[in-house]
T-cell receptor, first 110, second 110 residues
Framework: EDKVVQSPLSLVVHEGDTVTLNCSYE??????LLWYKQEKKAPTFLFML????IEKKSGRLSSILDKKELFSILNITATQTGDSAIYLC??????????FGTGTRLKVLA | EAQVTQNPRYLITVTGKKLTVTCSQN?????MSWYRQDPGLGLRQIYY???????DKGDVPEGYKVSRKEKRNFPLILESPSPNQTSLYFC?????????FGQGTRLTVV
């Protein structure tokens, strides 16, 4: 059965800390891995990763994929209270099914 | 402005009373999908559609129907809602592996 597992489930840090969120997957036919941020309602797109070892970066956020070990990490440096959200990892399979992990709830304290 | 519009945003209904949640996108995307989000379970795919008149089951299709008569609309139909369908529902329109989500519909079935 295809699955995506995220860890930790929940995380509380102070402003300025660096966090690393993990996403591991087992799917029969991998196309891409995506990270989303969900604040109040709808998830919003952060990164799409298809190749191993190539870091995607946007400001203080960065992500990398390891297709051999079947995982991805999302790093957030110098966290701010506005980073508080649920971070979702999803894998798009060859049959165009999206499989989401349960998410990591991040809370950044001032 | 590119958007995915769901209606209604909130709905409380009684068991067995048929309902439809509408989803419309203005981006001319071929791929659309429905998800439900429940605490501890993340986002789970209900149905998806790769094009007009083409629909496929996701991971949790039981109790739901969809139709795709035109490219922009992808309604979710609950013929006989039950309390276990109480959830937060998202419609997404997808292009190039990236999903654009609607604002969500919070459904309560009593």
């Amino acid at each position: 059965e295809d699955k995506v597992v995220q860890s930790p489930l929940s995380l509380v840090v102070h402003e300025g800390d660096t966090v690393t969120l993990n996403c591991s997957y087992e799917v029969t036919n991998f196309r891409s891995l995506l990270w989303y941020k969900q604040e109040k309602k709808a998830p919003t797109f952060l990164f799409m990763l298809t190749s191993s070892g190539i870091e995607k970066k946007s400001g203080r956020l960065s992500s990398i994929l390891d297709k051999k070990e079947l995982f991805s990490i999302l790093n957030i440096t110098a966290t701010q209270t506005g980073d508080s959200a649920i971070y979702l990892c999803a894998v798009l399979t060859g049959t165009y099914k999206y499989i989401f992990g349960t998410g990591t709830r991040l809370k950044v304290l001032a | 402005e590119a958007q995915v519009t769901q209606n209604p945003r909130y709905l409380i209904t009684v068991t067995g009373k048929k309902l439809t949640v509408t989803c419309s996108q203005n981006m001319n995307h071929e791929y659309m999908s429905w998800y439900r989000q429940d605490p501890g379970l993340g986002l789970r795919q209900i149905y998806y559609s790769m094009n007009v008149e083409v629909t496929d089951k996701g991971d949790v299709p039981e109790g739901y129907k969809v139709s795709r008569k035109e490219k922009r609309n992808f309604p979710l139909i609950l013929e006989s809602p039950s309390p276990n369908q109480t959830s937060l529902y998202f419609c997404a329109s997808i292009v190039g592996n990236e999903a654009f989500f609607g604002q969500g519909t919070r459904l309560t079935v009593v």
